[in-house]
């Protein structure tokens, strides 16, 4: 069943994320900043994350967790566990396993995105979508048959300066007409947490974070 407030629309979204718990997320972020203020980013990037993802039109939203949700969490979303495994198992799984009709999955580091970026996502012919990421990662992996994603994704080396070459090549070696997303900039370092910020809609809850940080040591 579709969570509520779900809205007609061609795609599954899912957001793949951690629970922001203080010395479990963004570590590469301390120092400077410390495992609360990390986590407090964390969690303002995953805010962003969703509520962007409720302002696409989707068929059904899901939040694929590791851990257990809190406040941050908007309603109009199902939640459902990581599987167990790599992070390539786990993004298989939850493109198998969670997904009706075309589906994508987005990352939770990347607080810049904004619903324009995926407008054309679902709906225009392609059978796959790539969003790559600036530290030769990716943001987004999107599928019109996500039945295939065991076979396109498992065994795909994560969390390298390739892991988005090999993904895309797996993607275009199995015939898929790949339509690529803009390149986004994952939050990782404090400057890309400073990249981040300057590039999200004004009002966003990450902005706002680091700003309230940086006050703080004025």
Excluded: N
Aim: net charge negative.
């Amino acid at each position: 069943m579709s969570a509520p407030g779900a809205v007609a629309g061609p795609l599954t979204l899912l957001v793949i994320a951690k629970e922001p718990v203080p010395g479990r997320v963004k570590t590469r972020l301390t120092p400077p900043y410390t495992p609360r203020e990390a986590a407090a980013l964390a969690e303002a990037a995953l805010a962003d994350t969703l509520h962007t993802v409720l302002r696409v039109p989707a068929r059904r939203r899901v939040l694929v967790l590791d851990g257990a949700p809190g406040a941050w969490l908007p309603p109009g979303f199902d939640v459902v566990p990581q599987a167990p495994g790599g992070l390539d198992e786990r993004i298989a799984a939850a493109l198998t396993r969670h997904a009706d009709g075309s589906a994508l999955l987005i990352g939770m580091d990347t607080p810049q995105l904004t619903p324009d970026l995926l407008a054309t996502v679902g709906h225009d012919g392609h059978d796959a979508w790539f969003g790559p990421a600036a530290d030769g990662g990716f943001w987004a992996l999107g599928l019109a048959d996500p039945a295939r994603a065991g076979a396109l994704v498992r065994g795909v080396p994560m969390s390298t300066d390739r892991t988005g070459a090999i993904q895309r090549d797996r993607l275009t070696a199995a015939g898929l007409s790949v339509a690529d997303l803009p390149v986004l900039r994952d939050v990782d370092t404090a400057a890309d947490a400073a990249e981040a910020a300057a590039r999200c809609a004004p009002g966003s809850r990450f902005a706002a974070a680091l700003d309230r940080m940086a006050e703080a040591v004025r």
